[in-house]
């Protein structure tokens, strides 16, 4: 009896507890509903809303929107407003409040930036960029401590379908992104590994590994895209720490010809940059709406043409018309043609932004390794 009455007690306290916590939450006002946005609709209606009851204006705009989408407000304080239709296509919007350029709080879906303000907007489709029934590759986060830098680091490793399970080794593409970005933004915005996936599925790539980093080791570097401190911390950063250490963890094969590097805007500056005074580490280069680098930079490439075509297996330029910097971009091609240095020069439509490098990308990568 007397193990028995501590268990009963034990036993009426748990009940009381239960019944009490159930009277709690019984009182507990109910949750509010998440505001989700966007809504898909059935028809194609796409639904832009948020809750902002102190706000006297609310509009979205964005690459799906010619000028501005308007919202209005009901009576508890939630924005709204409709497209009637979009395109299949992977897009960059935000709201602004007030003046303020913000993200969709309703939409787990950002941009990887340096201050985030866009989220994505990704309707399927049948693109390069779509996820498709094909085999995949995988994605490998990696943070690190960069000796030569002495700075933490981080970057991302796409494997290529079948890796896990094969025993072969692979060339090997440094990707790097743009100015406003993040080591991430090849990935989550550029669907850099679909893009490779649809490639080798296709037989228009080899497999291969793809190495992101972050193009600021140098934490203050956001502003300036065109440091030289800044490029030569990166310089030292993947050659002495985050390609060795990629070596060492990956089949990456042995060779330069086995190795490239390529970017977009700042990172388009970063490859040639470090590509063209590497030409031991790297045999092609691909730079895709370039920041160009100052000519000083680059002279040793640009001053001995002989030994740079010898090495240079492909030097890849492309820029919009409607780009910003398509200017550059002519006066560094006209000084390669001066020099002899061979190299291929694309101009195409289209401005400073991610549609057109996603194709830049997809015309690219085929050209690697054969």
Request: proline share 7%; aromatic share 8%.
């Amino acid at each position: 009896m007397s193990h028995r009455f501590p268990l009963a007690l034990a036993a009426f306290f748990l009940l009381a507890t239960a019944v009490s916590g159930a009277e709690a939450e019984a009182k507990r006002p109910p949750r509010p509903k998440p505001v989700v946005s966007p809504i898909l609709e059935k028809d194609g209606k796409i639904i832009f809303q948020i809750k902002a009851p102190l706000a006297k204006e609310v509009v979205v705009t964005g690459q799906m929107i010619d000028g501005k989408l308007e919202l209005t407000r009901d009576e508890a304080g939630l924005w709204s407003g409709a497209l009637d239709s979009v395109a299949p296509g992977i897009y960059e919007y935000s709201f602004t409040i007030d003046g303020v350029k913000m993200i969709d709080p309703g939409n787990p879906q950002l941009k990887p930036q340096r201050s985030p303000n866009t989220s994505i907007l990704y309707l399927p489709g049948d693109h390069l960029y779509d996820f498709k029934d094909v085999p995949h590759g995988t994605v490998h986060y990696h943070g690190y401590e960069s000796a030569p830098i002495q700075r933490f680091r981080e970057m991302q490793v796409y494997t290529p379908p079948g890796y896990e399970k094969g025993e072969g080794d692979y060339p090997l593409l440094v990707l790097q992104h743009g100015h406003s970005d993040g080591f991430a933004t090849w990935v989550a915005h550029g669907k850099a590994h679909w893009i490779l996936d649809n490639l080798i599925a296709a037989g228009k790539a080899e497999p291969m590994i793809v190495l992101m980093l972050d193009g600021h080791p140098i934490p203050d570097s956001y502003g300036d895209g065109r440091s030289a401190a800044n490029t030569e911390e990166l310089r030292r950063d993947l050659l002495e720490a985050a390609l060795p250490m990629v070596e060492k963890l990956y089949r990456v094969k042995p060779g330069r010809e086995n190795r490239a590097i390529a970017g977009l805007s700042m990172g388009g500056l970063h490859a040639l940059t470090i590509g063209l005074n590497s030409l031991d580490t790297f045999s092609a280069i691909g730079a895709f709406s370039a920041a160009v680098p100052e000519t000083a930079a680059v002279d040793t490439a640009l001053s001995d043409a002989t030994a740079t075509n010898a090495k240079l297996r492909l030097l890849w330029i492309a820029c919009g018309k409607g780009d910003f910097l398509l200017e550059e971009n002519e006066k560094l091609t006209a000084l390669l043609k001066e020099k002899t240095v061979t190299h291929e020069w694309h101009l195409t439509e289209g401005d400073h932004s991610w549609p057109v490098w996603r194709g830049y990308l997809s015309d690219f990568v085929p050209r690697l390794f054969r």
